[in-house]
């Protein structure tokens, strides 16, 4: 049996480890002044991480961070979550528009929409008011006024990446939105039931006929047909740098 090789951090990712390291020996500083020890088998109790070994892996950039340790890090260590990922300060809305709710990096009850797996998208899509997200090793904040039942995808390939138009390339982070009504033109998260998950097309409409069509031409279009179901309409997108 082959054993699973950890992937080496982006750059980015790198980076985010960094800073945070460096918030964390100055926040040290700081408290040992004070007469208080920062220690990482009390930060391990803070974060619900059950042992020091994962703030070590975290603070030695041995693994990636998301944005929900990353939450959690910020209010242990009274920072700001951009103060870690700075692309966060752009991401995160802090203005009330309509009815959406003001995003507030470090409220739990409001930690924005859950990223899920392509798969779990298609078991999404069969029964939005009865469908589970569970847990979500990442949150999202979404900056765009979206329903309740908002979800995140991360782009997995090349299909939707394109030279001529905008692009989603791999790695892409797409709000969903499923109860936004597709238009032509619009991208869309759609389930076939002959591959048994959903896919990331765009939507066309063209004499009467429905399609998914490909951003990137190497890969067919494929036509819609009562087998196949619109699961959310695209409302944004962010690629982490």
Not at 20 to 33: D, G, V
Not at 161 to 183: C, F, K, L, N, W
Not at 191 to 211: H, I, L, P
Request: proline share 5%.
């Amino acid at each position: 049996m082959s054993m699973k090789t950890r992937r080496e951090l982006s750059e980015s990712e790198l980076q985010d480890a960094i800073r945070l390291k460096e918030i964390w020996n100055r926040r040290k500083i700081e408290l040992k002044t004070a007469g208080v020890k920062l220690t990482q088998e009390y930060a391990s109790e803070e974060l619900g991480f059950g042992t020091q070994g994962a703030v070590s892996q975290y603070l030695n950039a041995n693994i990636p961070l998301n944005i929900s340790v990353i939450l959690k890090f910020a209010k242990l260590l009274d920072c700001e979550a951009s103060d870690i990922r700075p692309q966060l300060k752009t991401l995160i809305a802090t203005e009330v528009i309509g009815n959406t709710q003001e995003i507030n990096p470090n409220n739990s009850d409001n930690k924005g929409v859950p990223l899920i797996s392509f798969v779990s998208a298609g078991h999404f899509c069969e029964a939005i008011d009865s469908f589970d997200i569970g847990h979500a090793d990442e949150w999202y904040p979404c900056p765009s006024r979206h329903s309740k039942h908002t979800y995140a995808l991360r782009v997995d390939g090349d299909s939707m990446t394109s030279t001529h138009a905008r692009s989603y390339p791999h790695g892409t982070i797409i709000y969903v939105d499923p109860e936004v009504q597709p238009t032509n033109g619009c991208n869309v998260i759609a389930k076939r039931t002959s591959v048994n998950e959903a896919t990331f097309k765009q939507y066309k409409v063209d004499s009467g006929s429905y399609y998914l069509i490909p951003l990137n031409p190497q890969y067919p279009t494929v036509e819609i047909d009562s087998t196949t179901r619109i699961c959310g309409v695209i409302i944004g997108s962010y690629f982490p740098e």
